[in-house]
C-alpha cells in the first residue's frame, strides 16, 4: 500500500492521450473511450490522486454511473500497427496493400508531413516502456453550479487543449484532429439535418443543449501487466 502511484501508472497518465471507461448496472457493462485529467494530489475538494472526465446526462455510463459508482479505467503506453498474420499468404498480403493504396491517395506532392507522420518518426522504441495498466476507482458525479464543477472543468479543458503549433506547424494535434471537447466519450453530433458531423476534429462530440456532468473518479487500486504478460498489483 502507497500513498501514490506506482511511476509506470503516472507515466502512462501524463502522456496517453485517451483512456477507457469501464462502467456497469445491472450486470451489463458498457465502455467508453474517454479524453480526462490525471489529479495526482487531488484538488481543493478532495485530497485524493483523482481522475476528471465529462459525461452527457443523458449517456448510458452517467446511468450507470448513478447506480454503480464503481468503474474501472484501462490506460496504456503502447504504440502498434498490426502486423500480417501467419495465415495471410504474401498474394493476399499484396492484395491487401493493393487495396489500402486505392483507398487512399497519395497527398500531392510538397504536401506537408502530417503530425502523426512527424510523431511516428520522433518515436524513441527503445524508451517506450509498453504496460498497460488497469485503475479502479469510485466515481462521482459532481454536483452542477458549484465551485467544484468549474474547478474541474477549467482544469480539464486546459489539459486538454493542445498546442496546436508544437507538432510541426499542423493545425491539428498529433492524431491530425483537434481535442474534444471536455474529455466526452467520442462520437459524432447529429447536425440540424440528422447526419453525423465527422469532419470537426472531434469537438462534435460536445452534444448541444445538453449541460455536461463532471465525473472525478478517486482511484483505489489497479494492475500493472508488462508486454512481457508480468503483473504487478497496486493499492493506494
Known sequence: ???????????????????HLATCSANTPHISLMNYTYL??????????????????????????????LVSLLVHDWVSHRPPTLSQSPASQHQQQQQQRSASPPPPQGAPRSSLANLLLGINTAALSRISATINGEARLVDPDTPEE??????????????????GGSTSDTFGTSPPAFGHALFPRASAAGESEVGDGGRGCFIEGEQVRVVVVRIRNGRIVDWKGGVRDWEI
Open 1 to 19: 500500500v502507497s500513498s501514490s502511484l506506482p511511476d509506470e501508472v503516472v507515466n502512462c497518465l501524463q502522456n496517453a492521450r485517451f483512456l
Open 40 to 69: 495526482p494530489t487531488g484538488s481543493p475538494f478532495s485530497p485524493y490522486p483523482s481522475i476528471v472526465m465529462t459525461t452527457p446526462p443523458s449517456s448510458r455510463k452517467t446511468a450507470n454511473l448513478q447506480s454503480n459508482p
Open 150 to 167: 468549474k474547478w474541474c472543468k477549467d482544469m480539464h479543458l486546459a489539459n486538454n487543449t493542445f498546442d496546436t503549433e508544437a507538432g
